[in-house]
């Protein structure tokens, strides 16, 4: 199986888990990204069990109302039940990075309201030290030289990504050559930088389930 063959066959997992959850009320999160894509696409084929969506993008929101599914915005939804979306890089924690398709800001928030993050990836996402995937910082426009500089104090490499504006206006510098050895301390002392939206560390609220595909078939692991 190639890494798109594992990606749909981890979307379709996380689909019948969101199965067996729904009802009148469930209203799913629903991520960016290639392994999200799969995963509105074959959510689809329940067709007018799922109640509402909301959406961490505006382009997963575009791919749901292709579908005819139900968009709310996230104001005006009682509860996330359960929230699935990709990663670039997960640790045995389920501690994350993502935002490497710009949307970070807006999954760390749905991830905040939902009872459940599931996160869905494919098997070479897993490493034991997060950092070798550059960590997207989302930066209002007229901090990005002051970010930088502050990034760097912290003994990150920050790259500014050319010609990217992200759905809420901004832009995002890209940490590289970083070990991350301790992600819930850099995810705090990132976000205490003037300018700062968000950054793509998902420690201080990690996955609650990591859905990986392998090779050897489907592998779950779940938060102690
Ligand atoms: C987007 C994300 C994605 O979840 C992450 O980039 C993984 O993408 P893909 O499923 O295409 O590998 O965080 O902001």
Redesign the pocket.
Known sequence: MDQNEL?KAVAKAAADYVNQRLDDHTVIGV??????NYFIDYLAEFGDDIRATVASSEETARRLKAHNIEVMDLNAAPEVTIYV????EANKYLHLI???????TR?KIIAAVAKEFVCIADGSKLVDVLGTFPLPVEVIPMARSHVGRQIVKLGGDPVYREGFVTDNGNIIIDIHHMDIMEPRKLEEQLNQITGVVTNGLFAVRPADKLILGTKEGIRTLTAN
């Open positions: 990606k991520g960016t990204g290639s392994t999200a979306d990709g990663a670039d993502k935002g490497g398709g710009g949307a970070l999954e």
